[in-house]
């Protein structure tokens, strides 16, 4: 039995009650501030306690299937914690039965529609269940991965030995045609003067070779031998039989790599670089290049610019008209394949994803995809100059603006979910808050940031040294955590990531720069994925089931989830609540699938059809929940 609560002196108090209410039981309490908290996990996989109270130490990255029983006395409100939070207790067993909840309603602040939810738990485990045994999947692949991975046989094992279960290397590479490869040689390629080197590790079947160096310099701020520098780096390489491609991923920067190269394989390598290396932006839509490097070779005393923001699009568009400017590296985000994907390339050779790390399974599918693109002679790889997005720096907003979402800035959103707000009640994840735009006007454009107990006004002003300021944030006591080792003012975070605009013309406007991604206008839904609806005994003006404690049974939310659970939804959560994903989260269980459908719904002020704000602003709550397709 597992017992949660929100914070350590909480759980202090529910050990000592526990205690008395359970004398017979073995009971542990474990928070951040326990001590030797490892030992106490171990013997709790070991089955040494019956009772295990608790705040968040089991919120991530730990399975135990004998845990059936939860006494919540303070529950996560957000869906998606959640789902995540009862499949901790869905793993199936022999001999263990059903999960259990208890949850104490007079003590927590749940929306009607999640007490239903826990208290009738129709059809939950069942999904709960197939959605932990996916990710199960996923990583009995990957720990079947590692389990390949084998000390590499004929090296003398030095002092430091690499763990090969804690090797995340950058998902990063160069990329060499080879027509073989000899993983003995590679340690010829290293002055062992000056590096060491650990055990390397192999994968014979999947042909992956890894090992980590150390290497000890002098310090450069002291003359003296005794004090040395010592810095760790990563090598990863994979050969590729059927294409006969070597990747190397490495993470000291000076490293001679060529050298390397030329010590395994035994024949003349040709390394993939000069332009073909940009045939990775290739199928990228929405296509925004962050930062731009080129060489001007007329420009002797100025030779090498790296542009971003606004004067990436002005250089861009002059060597469209023929400027002799070559490419030396991009970097771009876009969308591929209606997932989100980041990626970087220099004429050098190398190709990253940036910010993005991941397991050796994953580096090695991300290197093999990265080969495909770059060997593919079909692919101009001047095409990213005109995928890529028009960006421009704005000091007035353009005229009769139509706003279909605001939402948070692309950079805050892969940290979103460990991102919190720090009020004077508590801690809010910026997950369950939203951001929406309330007008804009001339240089103008004022926002409302909405969490579940306040709202806060401000506003982005165009213009200054900058290109736009943050008004009415300055008094605020609301401060950001999570994104340095200190607090941040909501001023300071939204001075450096402002607010994204979606526009009706498929634009966006993010502070004072507006990006065009010259979209043609003419795209159109079809005909046939517009369903008409009919509505029967719906009153339009009432949008939610449930409103101030009442329940309304013919809102349009209530014709909905009738609608969903008659085409067999397994279940229909209403998720009209502040931090919401959506107004109605319905789950289908399919054979092989489980599928989440969000859905929006708004009311009318008046006759049915006869106001385009409705469409509008339906049509920007279904962009901001886009999200949830790569972010579930």
Not at 256 to 284: H, M, W
Not at 598 to 623: M, P, T, W
Request: aromatic residues 10%.
């Amino acid at each position: 039995m597992m017992v949660r609560t929100e914070t350590a002196p909480n759980a202090e108090q529910l050990f000592r009650n526990y205690k008395k209410w359970f004398p017979d039981e073995k009971i542990v309490v474990v928070h951040s501030k326990t001590k030797e908290r490892k030992k106490i996990i171990d013997d709790i996989k070991n089955g040494s306690y019956d009772i295990v109270i608790c705040v968040d130490m089991l919120k991530e990255g730990f399975d135990f299937p004998d845990f059936k029983i939860a006494a919540v006395h303070k529950l996560h409100k957000s869906l998606a914690v959640l789902l995540q939070f009862i499949g901790r207790f869905t793993r199936t067993q022999d001999g263990l039965g059903d999960a259990s909840f208890i949850v104490n309603f007079a003590e927590e602040n749940l929306s009607v529609e999640l007490e239903n939810l826990l208290q009738e738990g129709s059809g939950c485990e069942d999904v709960i269940s197939e959605i932990a045994d996916a990710r199960k999947a996923h990583a009995e692949s990957l720990l079947s991965f590692l389990q390949g991975c084998k000390p590499y046989s004929g090296f003398d094992s030095p002092d430091t030995e690499l763990n090969p279960k804690l090797v995340y290397p950058a998902l990063s590479c160069v990329c060499y045609k080879a027509e073989e490869v000899d993983w003995s040689k590679f340690k010829d390629a290293f002055n062992l003067n000056k590096y060491a080197i650990t055990q390397p590790y192999y994968n014979k079947e999947e042909n992956v070779f890894y090992f980590t160096t150390q290497k000890r310099e002098k310090v450069k701020w002291a003359r003296t031998d005794k004090m040395r520098d010592q810095t760790w780096n990563l090598i990863v390489m994979h050969y590729d039989k059927i294409s006969t491609l070597l990747y190397i991923g490495y993470s000291e920067k000076l490293l001679y790599v060529e050298e390397l190269v030329d010590c395994i394989t035994s024949k003349q390598p040709v390394a993939l670089n000069g332009d073909c290396v940009f045939r990775s932006f290739d199928s990228i839509k929405r296509l925004s290049i962050v930062h731009a490097g080129i060489f001007k070779p007329a420009n002797h005393l100025h030779r090498y610019s790296r542009l971003s923001g606004a004067d990436v699009t002005t250089e861009l568009s002059k060597w469209k008209k023929g400027n002799r400017c070559q490419k030396s590296d991009f970097v771009g985000i876009g969308f591929r394949d209606g997932f989100p994907v980041s990626v970087g390339a220099s004429v050098k050779g190398k190709i990253w994803s940036p910010a993005r790390i991941g397991d050796l399974k994953q580096w090695k599918e991300w290197c093999l995809n990265i080969g495909k693109l770059i060997t593919d002679e079909t692919i101009d790889s001047n095409q990213l100059l005109e995928d890529s997005a028009e960006k421009t720096q704005i000091d007035k907003y353009p005229e009769n603006l139509i706003v279909l979402a605001c939402d948070w800035s692309e950079e805050l959103y892969d940290k979103i979910h460990k991102i919190s707000l720090e009020t004077s009640t508590g801690s809010i994840l910026l997950a369950e808050c939203f951001l929406k735009n309330m007008d804009v006007k001339n240089n103008k454009s004022s926002f409302t940031l909405n969490l579940p107990d306040q709202v806060i006004n401000f506003a982005i002003v165009l213009g200054g040294e900058k290109g736009h300021t943050v008004e009415d944030l300055d008094d605020s006591k609301v401060f950001i955590d999570g994104l340095k080792n200190e607090l941040l003012s909501l001023k300071k975070i939204f001075e450096q990531n402002p607010p994204t605009m979606f526009l009706l013309n498929e634009c966006t406007i993010s502070g004072c720069i507006h990006t065009n991604y010259n979209i043609s206008p003419s795209l159109q839904i079809p005909t046939e994925r517009i369903e008409v609806l009919q509505w029967e005994d719906v009153k339009y003006t009432v949008e939610s089931m449930y409103k101030k404690g009442e329940r309304h049974d013919r809102s349009v939310q209530k014709y909905m989830m009738k609608r969903l659970v008659d085409q067999g939804a397994k279940i229909v959560f209403n998720d009209d609540n502040s931090g919401e994903s959506a107004d109605i989260v319905a789950i289908f269980h399919h054979v092989e699938l489980i599928r989440f459908e969000l859905i929006h719904c708004k009311y009318s002020k008046e006759a049915s059809g006869s106001r385009l704000n409705d469409l509008f602003e339906v049509c920007g709550q279904a962009i901001v929940s886009l999200r949830y397709k790569w972010k579930p």
